[in-house]
C-alpha cells in the first residue's frame, strides 16, 4: 500500500525513534505490563504503523463500501443510507406478556422484533410436558400452538415489521407458524421478511438445545432451505450463529473461524441437495456477539465479511455479487455482564455496540444491565435501546462509512483475525477430508469444537482468578453494596395458563386433521422427503409443537452429547 | 478426612448453559476434589439418583433457567427418597438466582447459592469449611 522507498525510511525513522525518545523513557517508567493481548490472546504491538499494513492492496483487501470483498460493509451507503435495525431480542410468560412488552419496544422506536422462546420451546416438548415443570415461560415466551402465535403477532403487521425467531430444533416449526400467521393477515408468503436461528451446528458446539442428531438436524435444515427458496424468497432461512459459541467461552477467533466453518457446511450440504447456491445465499444471515476488546470485535466484524465473500465467490462458485454479501445481527456479550455493580453494564454495552457499529452490523441487540440476574425489566431494556439511539442519533458514530479503516492497527489486527481463522478452517477441513460439511460433523462427534472452546473459558476464567484480566466492580475495585435494581418477575400462574389454553386448543381442534398431518409427516421424514410442507400442515391443524417434534424425534432418534468438562 | 471430597455438579432441567459448571468442575477437580459431571438436561430424579449413588459430600445444582425455585427442591426432595441424608450433604447452587430467591432456597435448606462472578477460590474455601462442618454437627437443615 506504500512505496518502497518510504517504507525503508520509516523503518529507520523508528528505530531511531525507539533509540532516542523511546528507550530512555521506558527505561525511566516502565509499562504497565509486560505484555499486552486482545482476548483471543493475541499480542498488541506498542504502535503500529505504515509497514505493519504494507503488504495489503486497497483496491484487493478492502476496496469501497458495495464492492467486494466488502470488507468496509455490505451496502454502498451504509448507515447513511439506512441506519442498522433496532432488535431487540425479547419474550417472557405467555403470548400475551410478550405481545404486550413487544408493543411497548415499538413504541419506544425500537425498528425489528426478536423473540426469545422458553426452554420447553426451545426443546420442542409442550408446556404440559413434566419435563417442562417450573420452565414454562421463564426465559422466554411459552408457544405450544399456532393459537400462541396469533396472540402473540395480534396487531402486529407482518408486512410492516421484521421479526426474528431464536429457535433452532424446531425452527421448521416456528416458520410455518409465522408463514400462517401471514396468510391469515393476507400477507403475500413472498412478501414475510423475517429470521429463523436454525442454526443446529453450533448447538452442538455450544448452546446444547439437542434434540435431533447432528445428521438429521443437518438434513431438516437443508429441507428448510429448498422449502424457503420457493416459498419465502425474501426470509433469512438461517442465522449462522457464533454468538452461543463465544458466550460458552470461546475466543473472538474460534468465534469467527467456527462461524464461517459452519457456514460452509451449511452450504455444502444445500449444494448437495441441489439447491442453487445463487438462490439461496442472499437468504443466509450471520449472528455475532460483540464482546469488550473493542478493536477486536471491529477487526472480527471487518474479517468476516471479507472472508465469506472470498469464500462464497471463489470455493462455492457464487456468481451473484448478493451471495458474496455477509450480513450479520449483532447481540452484545451477555457473558461480560457482572451480577455486582449492575449499572456498569450499561457502559461494558455502550463500548461493545460502538465496535458493532463501527463493524458494519446490520441489526442489533443491545444487553440490559441487570441480565446478570433476570431477564430484563421494562427500565433496562428501555436504556438499552436508548444506548443504540444514542448512537445512531447523537455520536456522530454512523455518519461516514467505516472510518476506522487504514488505522494501521486496525488493519492489521483484521488481517491477523482472518489469519488465524483461516488456520482453523483448514483443519476442519482436514478432519473432513476435503469437506466442510463432513468437517463440522466429525469435528462433533470427536468433540474437537466443545473441548476448544471448553479450554478457552477455563484460560479465560483463570487470567480472571489470577488477577491477569481486570474485571472492573468484580476483582477489582469491588465494594459491598445491597442490590436495589428492580429485577423482572415472571408470573408463576403463567404456566397454569399456558397449560390450560393448550388443553383447550386440544379439544377444540379437528383431531383427524391432526392425525392425518402427523401421519404425513412420518412418512416424508421416513422416506426422505422434505418435512416442511407437512409441518405446515400440522401448524395449520393446530398441532402443538412437542407433537410435531415427537414425530420427527421417532423418525430421527435423538441426541444426548458426550461429557466433556 | 482421609478420602477425597466428592463433588457432583449438575446440570438440571433444559437450559444449555454449560460454561458455569464446566469451568467450576474443571477448578474443583484441579483444587483436589473428586469430581462428577452430569452432563446437560437431568431430571431432578436423575441429579438424585447420581448424588446418592456416587456418595457424594457436595451437590451442586447450576441453573440458569429461571426454574431454580421449582427444580431444586425436587432434587432435595427425590435425593431423601433415594436414602440420601440432607443433614449431612452439602447442597449448593450456581447461576442466574435472583437476591429474593436466593433467600428461598436458603430457606428450602439449600446450603449456599453462588452468583456470577464468584472466585472460584471462594466455592473452594466454602466446600473445604463446610463439608467437615455439616459431617460433624449433622446440622438439621
Redesign the interface.
Known amino acids: 500500500m506504500f512505496d518502497e522507498k518510504k517504507l525503508e525510511e520509516l523503518k529507520k525513522r523508528r528505530e531511531g525513534w525507539e533509540k532516542s525518545c523511546l528507550n530512555p523513557y521506558l527505561e525511566k517508567y516502565g509499562e504497565r505490563d509486560e505484555m499486552f493481548e486482545t482476548l483471543s490472546g493475541i499480542k498488541v504491538k506498542r504502535v503500529y504503523d505504515p509497514t505493519d499494513v504494507a503488504h495489503l492492496d486497497y483496491m484487493k483487501d478492502l476496496n469501497y463500501p458495495g464492492e467486494y470483498p466488502y470488507t468496509r460493509g455490505v451496502y454502498p451507503t451504509m448507515y447513511r443510507g439506512r441506519l442498522w435495525t433496532m432488535r431487540q431480542f425479547s419474550g417472557f410468560g405467555t403470548a400475551e406478556d410478550t405481545n404486550a412488552r413487544w408493543k411497548m419496544l415499538l413504541r419506544e422506536g425500537q425498528t425489528g422484533l426478536s423473540t426469545a422462546f422458553d426452554f420447553p420451546t426451545l426443546m420442542g416438548v409442550d408446556s404440559d410436558d413434566p419435563l417442562a415443570d417450573g420452565e414454562v415461560g421463564k426465559v422466554g415466551v411459552a408457544i405450544d400452538t399456532l393459537k400462541d402465535f396469533e396472540v402473540l403477532f395480534d396487531g402486529i403487521p407482518l408486512d410492516k415489521v421484521s421479526t426474528s425467531f431464536t429457535i433452532n430444533p424446531p425452527a421448521a416449526i416456528i416458520l410455518a407458524m409465522y408463514v400462517a400467521i401471514g396468510d391469515l393477515q393476507g400477507v403475500p408468503r413472498e412478501q414475510l421478511r423475517g429470521t429463523i436461528q436454525n442454526d443446529m451446528l453450533k448447538e452442538f458446539h455450544a448452546q446444547n438445545t439437542l434434540v435431533l442428531p447432528p445428521e438429521p438436524s443437518v438434513k431438516v435444515i437443508t429441507d428448510i432451505f429448498e422449502w424457503g427458496v420457493e416459498n419465502v424468497p425474501k426470509f433469512n432461512l438461517i442465522s449462522i450463529s457464533g454468538y452461543h459459541i463465544r458466550e460458552a467461552g470461546s475466543t473472538a477467533v474460534q468465534e469467527l473461524a467456527f462461524t464461517i466453518a459452519d457456514g460452509m457446511a451449511y452450504v455444502e450440504a444445500a449444494i448437495e441437495r441441489g439447491i442453487d447456491i445463487d438462490r439461496l445465499a442472499p437468504q443466509l444471515s450471520f449472528f455475532f456477539n460483540s464482546h469488550n476488546n473493542f478493536f477486536e470485535e471491529i477487526a472480527k466484524f471487518r474479517a468476516a465479511r471479507r472472508m465469506w465473500a472470498k469464500i462464497m465467490r471463489e470455493e462455492y462458485d457464487a456468481k451473484n455479487p448478493r451471495s458474496w454479501w455477509l450480513k450479520f445481527h449483532t447481540q452484545t456479550a451477555g457473558c461480560s455482564l457482572t451480577a455486582q455493580q449492575p449499572l456498569n453494564n450499561i457502559v461494558r454495552t455502550t463500548i461493545q455496540a460502538m465496535a458493532a457499529v463501527l463493524g458494519g452490523t446490520q441489526s442489533l441487540h443491545t444487553n440490559s444491565f441487570d441480565e446478570a440476574w433476570a431477564l430484563p425489566s421494562e427500565e433496562a431494556v428501555r436504556v438499552a435501546l436508548r444506548t443504540q439511539q444514542i448512537i445512531a442519533y447523537e455520536s456522530g458514530i454512523p455518519d461516514t462509512i467505516d472510518p476506522l479503516a487504514g488505522s494501521y492497527y486496525v488493519e492489521w489486527l483484521t488481517d491477523k483475525m482472518e489469519k488465524l481463522a483461516w488456520k482453523y478452517i483448514e483443519q476442519i477441513r482436514k478432519m473432513g477430508e476435503g469437506s466442510m460439511l463432513r468437517g463440522v460433523l466429525t469435528g462433533i462427534e470427536n468433540g474437537f469444537f466443545v473441548k476448544e472452546i471448553s479450554r478457552a473459558a477455563a484460560e479465560y476464567q483463570r487470567d480472571v482468578e489470577e488477577g491477569r484480566r481486570t474485571i472492573v466492580g468484580v476483582n477489582k475495585f469491588a465494594i459491598e453494596e445491597d442490590l436495589n435494581i428492580p429485577i423482572l418477575k415472571v408470573d408463576e400462574e403463567a404456566q397454569r395458563r399456558q397449560v390450560e389454553r393448550l388443553k383447550k386448543i386440544k379439544a377444540e381442534r379437528d383431531n383427524d386433521a391432526v392425525r392425518e398431518a402427523l401421519e404425513w409427516l412420518r412418512s416424508a421424514a421416513e422416506s426422505n422427503e422434505n418435512v416442511m410442507p407437512p409441518i405446515l400442515e400440522a401448524v395449520k391443524a393446530y398441532a402443538s409443537v412437542g407433537e410435531i417434534m415427537g414425530v420427527l424425534k421417532e423418525v430421527y432418534g435423538t441426541y444426548r452429547k458426550p461429557i466433556i468438562i | 478426612m482421609d478420602r477425597k471430597i466428592r463433588v457432583l455438579v449438575a446440570k438440571v432441567?433444559?437450559?444449555?448453559?454449560?460454561?458455569g459448571a464446566?469451568?467450576v468442575?474443571?477448578?474443583l477437580?484441579d483444587a483436589g476434589f473428586e469430581?462428577i459431571?452430569?452432563?446437560?438436561?437431568r431430571?431432578p430424579e436423575e441429579v438424585a439418583m447420581a448424588a446418592v449413588q456416587e456418595d457424594v459430600d457436595v451437590v451442586g445444582i447450576s441453573l440458569?433457567?429461571?426454574?431454580h425455585?421449582?427444580?431444586v427442591p425436587k432434587v432435595m426432595k427425590y435425593i431423601e427418597e433415594f436414602g440420601g441424608d440432607l443433614n449431612e450433604l452439602v447442597v449448593i447452587v450456581g447461576g442466574?438466582v435472583?437476591?429474593?430467591d436466593i433467600d428461598k432456597l436458603k430457606e428450602m435448606g439449600v446450603d449456599e447459592v453462588f452468583?456470577?462472578?464468584t472466585?472460584?477460590?471462594k466455592i473452594i474455601d466454602y466446600i473445604k469449611a463446610r463439608v467437615p462442618e455439616k459431617k460433624r454437627t449433622g446440622e438439621k437443615v
Not at chain 2, 432441567?13 to 460454561?19: K, Y
Open positions: 432441567g433444559l437450559d444449555g448453559h454449560d460454561r464446566k469451568v468442575a474443571r477448578f477437580r469430581v459431571y452430569t452432563g446437560l438436561h431430571t440458569h433457567s429461571g426454574a425455585l421449582t427444580l442466574i435472583p437476591a429474593d452468583i456470577p462472578g472466585p472460584i477460590e
